[in-house]
């Protein structure tokens, strides 16, 4: 195999940060830009990192819940934090009221997952709540990496358009917000696939019930083993503040 990962673990410590800016990347994904002096050091050296956002809940408690740091520049001292607006929770209803001048408390990344060498390939599969984590990959994957992108949304306006000096082919999926948690769609996309030859890598994150289903797909159809593939239940509908972590 061309590529291996290694654990590089981050100093873990809260930051108050101050909203700059908000924008409405696609009409169900927002992107609020943050700036402090905190983000100097801030560390995140994964694709998939995820941080800790505290915000206060309907019943006045503080929440914590996770999300991707999509975009950071420490010379500037800000951080881009896309919000996919597929539910009503603490987080996002607090990213949809969000003006500049506010603030909120962020903890982490505790560590990343860092990939030594380059895979053949990339397949990089996913819903919304992906978006960010594959957009930051694309875009940071070196010149003459290979990267395939099969993600689902609602319709075409809520595609993304991503700067990348890789070789990169974007696939989409179209399925209503309900069924956000049906594999057969991205199953039938991913079975029309043809992969390109050698080790490739395969990154899957989405609604727990299609992350399961596609990662037995990528085992068990396409065959391949389970250190070429990373699976994450990102959200579990009907649940709130609920994920899926799955063995590698």
């Given amino acids: 195999m061309s590529f291996t990962f290694k654990r590089v673990m981050h100093e873990l410590r809260r930051r108050k ?10 009409p169900e994904m927002l992107r609020v830009t943050f700036a402090s002096d905190d983000l100097r050091d801030f560390a995140s050296a994964a694709p998939d990192d995820h941080i800790k956002l505290f915000v206060v809940d309907e019943t006045g ?11 950071f520049d420490t010379n500037a001292g800000t951080l881009d934090i896309d919000f996919a607006l597929h539910d009503a ?7 949809l009221g969000a003006k500049p001048g506010d603030m909120l408390e962020i903890g982490g990344p505790r560590g990343s997952r860092v990939m030594e060498g380059e895979p053949a390939w990339r397949l990089l599969i996913g819903d919304e709540t992906a978006l960010p984590a594959i957009g930051r ?8 990496a290979r990267v395939i992108s099969l993600v689902a949304v609602t319709n075409e ?28 769609p991205v199953l039938d996309a991913l079975a ?7 080790d490739g890598f395969v990154w899957i994150a989405a609604e727990a ?5 596609v990662r037995d797909y990528v085992r068990g159809e396409l065959k391949y083993p389970p250190t070429s593939v990373k699976a994450s239940g990102y959200w579990i509908k009907g649940r709130a503040d609920a994920s899926e972590k799955f063995e590698e």
């Avoid at 408690?61 to 975009?71: G, M």
């Fill in 157 to 184: 306006a809520n595609e993304q358009r991503f700067e990348t000096r890789a070789q990169h082919e974007a696939q989409w999926v179209y399925r209503p917000a309900e069924r956000a948690d049906d594999p057969q």
């Fill in 192 to 198: 029309k696939l043809v992969l390109p030859e050698g």
């Fill in 209 to 213: 019930h299609v992350t399961r289903s």
């Fill in 137 to 144: 990959c694309i875009e940071e994957a070196p010149a003459d």
């Fill in 89 to 95: 929770g603490p987080a996002t209803r607090w990213a």
């Fill in 61 to 71: 408690e503080v929440v914590s819940r996770d999300y991707t740091p999509r975009r």
């Fill in 17 to 26: 940060l101050t909203v700059r800016a908000t924008q409405r990347v696609t």
